[in-house]
């Protein structure tokens, strides 16, 4: 009995214990979420080094010893912009006979077969202002794989069977590109905001044709150089080592004048059009688009905290709140700058509905875009459109040679030297008149192109009530 009594006591004791820890901690406790509080995350720019060699090559680097691999991008400064357009699609078969025809004293064949030894991955693509290569391999394998790319850069094989086999995948390409919806309006869209010109241009079978196997060596002759060649490495490797590897490869390679692409300019349109192509599909696929800005303009930030607000925030914009979550028109809906780096880029909005629910569709969504160039947006949507552009910054740079590659990038098209790392300033900054302002601007529904892609006999009512012109786009004649 007094063992049990014993026992009794000491559970009491334990239990009250217990109770009176639990009390203390729950006193400590925040009543509420929004009690409590966090020290400020410090965010500091990842470091990069940068140098120019002997002979003008510009050298980013940053060494990260975590896993065994490197990665390096070769990037020439110089593109396809200022292709003829009789050779549109000399850019695809440019940076894909690249890759394939061959380098140095190696085939075709050889090199593939050599790459594959490596277990390295290669491409290679040519952009509007740039032509690159992309090489990772195994650290060990460094000095092999900075040979191939010196191959590459100074002896490109473009053997004239890869340059056949590219263009018949183009061809191809080119047959099917009136499979995809998307594929269609981003097309039609395009040529709408960039009449005549390079970004706006599709290839056809005949300007494919007409890419020579000269036209590629021309390229070669013409603009690479030295000192128009732009490196970003990262990973495991030495640096003395690696400046050592790339004197004996691209060492020899002699400085010499290169000439200026030139970039085309572009004119904003000042009326709107509505382009239809018509096709037996069960919902029609919508884009709205305008010219945009480039990065030099001084409402950039505005832009992007507009975006947000307007359809680049998901279920926090206004165009998914309205469309999908209080009208059930759409699935999703959606908006976004592309901040143009020498010429202004697009603004696009953009939804899939069904035939009979375009119209209400397209009217709401201008309606919303005007709502944002008459009334200032609200301090909570502006407050949380600022929070995301500043917090998703950071994940920029998850990536080692995403680093590398955007200081790089940042670099060769002339960015502010201050730009990374006063972005999130620039942002904070942006003020509900700012983003206002650029509505005005960027957003104007009577000159935006519309295309729709889908059946238009099942439309409910006229596009007249528009008041565009309206276009009907054959897309046999565009085959």
């Known amino acids: 009995m007094m063992i049990l009594c014993r026992s009794l006591h000491r559970a009491l004791l334990g239990g009250i214990a217990i109770l009176v820890i639990l009390s203390g901690c729950a006193a400590s406790l925040p009543q509420h979420p929004d009690q409590l509080h966090y020290p400020e995350l410090a965010f500091q720019l990842p470091e990069v080094e940068t140098l120019v ?20 991008t070769a990037m020439i400064g110089s593109g396809a912009m200022t292709t003829p357009a009789g050779k549109i ?8 006979t690249w890759r394939t025809g061959g380098a140095g004293e190696r085939t075709p064949e050889a090199l593939d077969a050599y790459l594959d030894f490596l277990a390295a991955d290669l491409s290679a693509s040519m952009g509007p202002y740039s032509s690159q290569l992309d090489l990772s ?12 790319l010196a191959d590459l850069l100074l002896h490109p094989g473009f053997a004239a069977e890869r340059l056949e086999l590219e263009r018949l995948q183009s061809q191809e390409q080119l047959r ?6 998307g594929a269609i309006s981003s097309r039609l869209l395009m040529a709408a905001l960039y009449p005549n010109h390079y970004l706006g241009y599709t290839p056809t079978p005949e300007t494919l044709a007409a890419v020579t196997r000269q036209d590629l060596i021309d390229f070669h002759r013409t603009y690479f150089a030295p000192n128009n060649l732009w490196i970003a490495v990262s990973g495991d490797f030495d640096r003395d080592n690696l400046l050592r590897i790339l004197g004996d490869n691209l060492g020899d390679w002699a400085q010499r004048e290169v000439p200026e692409q030139p970039v085309p300019p572009i004119t904003r349109s000042e009326s709107g059009l509505i382009q239809v192509a018509s096709k037996n599909l069960p919902q029609t696929t919508i884009v709205i688009g305008d010219l945009g800005l480039t990065k030099d303009h001084p409402d950039q930030y505005a832009a992007r905290v507009l975006n947000y607000i307007l359809g680049g925030g998901g279920f926090n914009s206004r165009m998914m709140r309205e469309i999908r979550s ?9 908006s976004y700058f592309q901040i143009g780096r020498r010429l202004p880029g697009p603004f696009v909005a953009g939804t899939e509905t069904k035939n009979v629910s375009v119209l209400p569709a397209v009217s709401l969504m201008w309606k919303i875009m005007e709502d944002l160039r008459n009334s200032p947006v609200t301090d909570d949507e502006l407050q949380l459109a600022k929070e995301s552009q500043i917090n998703s910054f950071v994940f920029s740079f998850e990536n080692t040679h995403s680093v590398v590659n955007q ?13 990374l790392s006063r972005y999130r300033d620039r942002i904070a900054a942006v ?12 957003i104007n529904p009577s000159r935006q192109q519309v295309v729709l892609v889908g059946n238009p006999e099942e439309f409910s009512g006229g596009l007249a009530e528009f008041d565009l012109p309206v276009v009907e786009v054959d897309l046999d004649e565009s085959r």
Do not use: C, W
């Not at 099917?176 to 919806?181: E, H, T």
């Not at 209080?326 to 959606?334: F, H, K, P, Q, V």
């Open 407 to 419: 200081q790089m990038t940042l670099a060769f098209f002339e960015y502010p030297e201050d730009y």
């Open 431 to 442: 003020t509900a008149a700012d983003v206002q302002r650029a509505a005005r601007e960027f």
């Open 176 to 181: 099917r590109q009136n499979d995809s919806p």
């Open 137 to 148: 391999l195994r650290s060990d394998d460094l000095e092999q794989g900075i040979a191939v």
């Open 53 to 72: 060699l002997a002979n003008g090559i510009h050298l980013y680097l940053k060494e990260d010893k975590e896993l065994p691999l490197v990665q390096m």
């Open 326 to 334: 209080n009208r059930g028109l759409a699935y999703s809906a959606y």
């Open 89 to 96: 699609g000399f850019a695809d078969l440019f940076g894909s």
